[in-house]
């Protein structure tokens, strides 16, 4: 693949527009399933979605007896002792967030090899941190070890996402990966059999850490893979690390152009307003669970099965939402968003502990809706280039507004069985979300127009191939196709092309440059 003089690939008008293109190589069907199935796997092992899995996680502490000083002699399981340990996951999950934001620049500064197994680094030191930690080492402690887990694993599913361009398309990869997030909740049911404890279970989990940070800085690639390559394994090298360029690139005008665009800036509001009302009902759900009920049997099957095994089937939905986003774009998906998240928030205020079931069916659909939009909207609509600038962008704004959750609203402000005031205040303001779908509308209109013209055209030039294929290639001439991908070479002689290919490219460069001239040192503008 042609590269420009800043070491970067070809900047492409978009991610999503990059189709097939005729004789271009594509990574195997087959093999492509198996590595990317391999790659999520370690993704469910090892992705901040670990912590999503907090009812599990919050009924063994309390088994264990941590925090219980807070209860009275005898009374383990109080509001009380639920309550001291709620930032312990709202807190964490905010630490994920800025680790997360860091985990996008890091990427583009020296790739996903490096990234993925600093981040494992961490999860292992978390779970060592969580591992060793006592009820006098405070909130805080257990806070900081259960953030830099989730944060850690954010960096191996950051730097996962580039293999579904082993695909032609995309889109349901794309959502798979998605679902993968809260599916990583469900290894702390393990917490569950008889007999772990919180320490013999994160001891055991940081030893599988260590080993999957072994596998990952072997088979991991140094560079992204892009739109038609295929995944080899390679011997671990410094050669790309470049800080220099990152830290122009978050200020290089194609960026700070596309942070300014409002549909971009609506995107990050809706993504994050969602995501912290999600996160507050996560916070609040065993507490909200042993309040609507009396039946202490109940309330702790609900915080070890119920809420792990229903609260973590992101998985279920986030295909088909990859798959409606490739068809209809971005709207549809963002409208229902807003609309589970409003019904997820009144389903809390819902009777008996049957109705906080549906609720966590809801919490579901409101992670499967944001999470797949996060990606699918920066990898589906950008250049593949400016990937971890605006996931980086769009993490920092989630951590920002996620500032409400944490410290706002955990420990409770109004006490620990008020649970109308703070989900108030996550409900109103999301009436006026339902803006944001209908400014995307024409966007998406636009895009889905231009899709369908640009497939058609790639099939009549497909059908054209086949019926030159006879004829004798052309020795000294330029491809004449219609598009307008303007290439200059360094003496600035330009040559204006249409519709091509990759290859076609190479040979419009090819006979732009002058004589020696070299590839590396020419500029694509689009």
Known sequence: MLEDKDGEYPKQPRAYDDLDSPGMPREDPCRATVIFSLVCLASILASGGLIIGVGPFIYRMVEDGYFSDRCDEGDDGCAAQYDAMTPIFDGGFQI????????????????PRINATLGLALLTAGCRLIATA?????????????GIIGGGGNFLYISSFHFVYLFANPG?????????????????????????????????YFYLALILTVLVAIFFPDRPIRPRHIYKVTRPTLKYVDFTSTCKSLCRGDVLAAVKESRFLWFTLLFSWVTMVQVVIAGLATGLAQAKSSDETAV?????????AIGSCTFLFTPGIGYLIEKKGFWI?????????QIGVALCWGPGLESQYVML????????????????????????????????????????????AWP??????????????????????????????????????????????RESTDAKGQRMQRRGSDLPAPQHS??????????????????????MSAVEIGSVIEHALPDGGDVAESSIVV
């Open 408 to 453: 706002g609203l955990s420990p409770n402000p109004f006490g620990s069985t008020a649970f109308t005031p703070p989900l108030l205040i996550c409900l109103i303001p999301t009436f006026g979300l339902y803006y944001v779908p209908w400014q995307q509308k024409p966007y998406d209109d636009e895009w889905l127009r231009l899709r369908a013209r």
């Open 300 to 308: 702790n099957d609900y915080n070890r099965f119920v809420y792990p």
């Open 361 to 404: 069916v809801f919490l579901n659909l409101i992670q499967a809706f944001a999470y797949t939009m996060q990606f699918a909207y920066v990898q589906l609509t950008y250049p593949e280039n400016l990937f971890g600038p605006l996931i980086a962008f769009l993490i920092a704004a989630q951590g920002i507004i996620g500032l409400i």
């Open 172 to 204: 349901v990869p794309i959502g798979i990966l998605g679902g993968i997030f809260s599916v990583s909740g469900m290894m702390f049911m393990f917490l569950n059999i008889p007999g772990v404890t919180i320490s013999s279970f994160f001891t055991g």
């Open 333 to 341: 998906p963002m409208l229902c968003n807003v609309l589970v998240t």
């Open 96 to 111: 994920m967030t800025w680790l997360s934001c860091v985990a996008g620049i890091l990427l583009r500064a020296w790739g």
């Open 134 to 146: 006592t009820t006098e080492d405070g909130a805080g402690w257990w806070m900081f070890g259960y």
């Open 478 to 499: 330029a491809p004449s196709v219609p598009s307008k991908l303007m290439m200059e070479s360094k003496n600035n002689e330009s040559v204006i092309v249409d519709q």
